[in-house]
């Protein structure tokens, strides 16, 4: 399995300050930064599966992505049949629609299996995209019941709610425990106290 102790340092503090958000009632804002994770989420997976670190390079036209993707045998021709919304895939760049066509190759001709986790925590996110979308245009409007319309109660943990259940499977991919909730009484605290 890849290396994803830096990245799910980012996420952490992306989720932690997305439940602040969330807390506030500022739902737009808490989708915002969830989008921020599921944007990258399947990055440490690509590079760990690719044997490289992937690059946006516009600067060089990617080639540096170009070259990682065609040291797999049959990658290229795999992405090159992958369509999306009736269109091909764009996999002259690094994207996240490409890299999750990466890991389905690996999954299909290499039998590498995505963790269940991660699947559901993007099952979930992939629909809550339409209110990303909504709130581009207009932020009021977004509510916990619009958010848990659109969750995958199957995928979630057994809770009162959808919302609740939702966060907590947000903070298991996380690696997010109860005393990382504390974090900001505490930094306040300490900044108190080099303060006196």
Request: net charge positive; aromatic share 10%; proline share 4%.
């Amino acid at each position: 399995m890849p290396d994803v102790s830096e990245i799910k340092i980012l996420e952490k503090e992306t989720l932690l300050s997305a439940r602040i958000k969330f807390h506030q009632k500022a739902y737009a804002d808490y989708l915002w930064r969830l989008f921020t994770i599921k944007d990258n989420m399947l990055l440490p997976y690509v590079e760990y599966l690719l044997e490289g670190k992937v690059e946006y390079d516009k600067k060089n036209d990617h080639q540096s992505w170009k070259n990682l993707i065609e040291k797999k045998e049959g990658l290229t021709s795999f992405l090159s049949t992958r369509v999306l919304m009736g269109r091909p895939l764009i996999f002259s760049e690094p994207n996240s629609y490409c890299f999750e066509a990466i890991l389905d190759f690996f999954e299909k001709k290499h039998g590498w299996k995505k963790p269940d986790l991660l699947i559901n925590v993007k099952k979930n996110l992939d629909n809550l995209s339409h209110l990303r979308n909504a709130i581009a245009h207009n932020y009021s409007g977004i509510s916990v019941s619009k958010i848990e319309s659109v969750l995958v109660e199957k995928t979630l943990p057994n809770k009162p709610n959808k919302i609740e259940a939702f966060n907590q499977m947000l903070c298991e991919y996380c690696a997010i425990t109860e005393k990382d909730f504390g974090i900001y009484s505490i930094i306040a605290a300490n900044i108190i106290k080099e303060m006196s």
